[in-house]
């Protein structure tokens, strides 16, 4: 732990999500996996093996409110920008019951008190002027600096990311 806010292995343990599958999309597996940031937190992404986006959040252990660092991050990281609005973004404060056992002993003895501090982004999908239904998709080519958030029809025959054109299906 060494940057403040940086969330301690027993505190980032109990936000991992026990699994579950893409409704709506592909009935597959979603899966997690973190985001590299200049920030001091975790950034988890949850999606399906096609790129769907469940929930991205962002998770600090801080008495601040990281939102607007959350949002200059993903607004470098989103095409277009503005698929990051304010009212998606989220914040919850997670004090110890709800991260259970091991965290609340954790919490209780590091001072000073304070609870896990987390942004969440979802974009729920949306129609686009054609008509068409859109969802947040992530491209994770490791050509990317950053992973690409992207809104896209998921029932395309092909779809593609802005910045390396790269083709699902």
Request: proline share 9%; aromatic share 10%; charged share 30%.
């Amino acid at each position: 732990m060494s940057r403040v806010g940086s969330l301690p292995p027993v505190l980032r343990a109990t936000l991992r999500s026990p699994g579950g599958k893409c409704y709506r999309h592909c009935d597959r597996p979603i899966r997690e996996f973190h985001l590299a940031s200049g920030l001091p937190g975790v950034w988890t992404v949850r999606a399906c093996p096609g790129g769907v986006v469940s929930v991205t959040y962002y998770a600090e252990w801080t008495g601040r409110d990281p939102t607007r660092d959350v949002r200059r991050a993903l607004e470098r990281c989103t095409f277009p920008k503005r698929l990051v609005r304010s009212w998606d973004l989220r914040l919850a404060t997670r004090e110890g019951p709800e991260l259970g056992r091991a965290a609340e002993r954790f919490l209780a003895t590091h001072p000073p008190r304070r609870g896990v501090r987390v942004v969440y982004w979802r974009v729920y999908p949306f129609k686009a002027k054609d008509g068409t239904e859109r969802r947040l998709l992530v491209c994770r080519r490791r050509a990317h600096a950053h992973p690409v958030f992207f809104a896209a029809d998921p029932a395309a025959r092909r779809w593609g990311c802005p910045v390396c054109a790269r083709r699902s299906r």
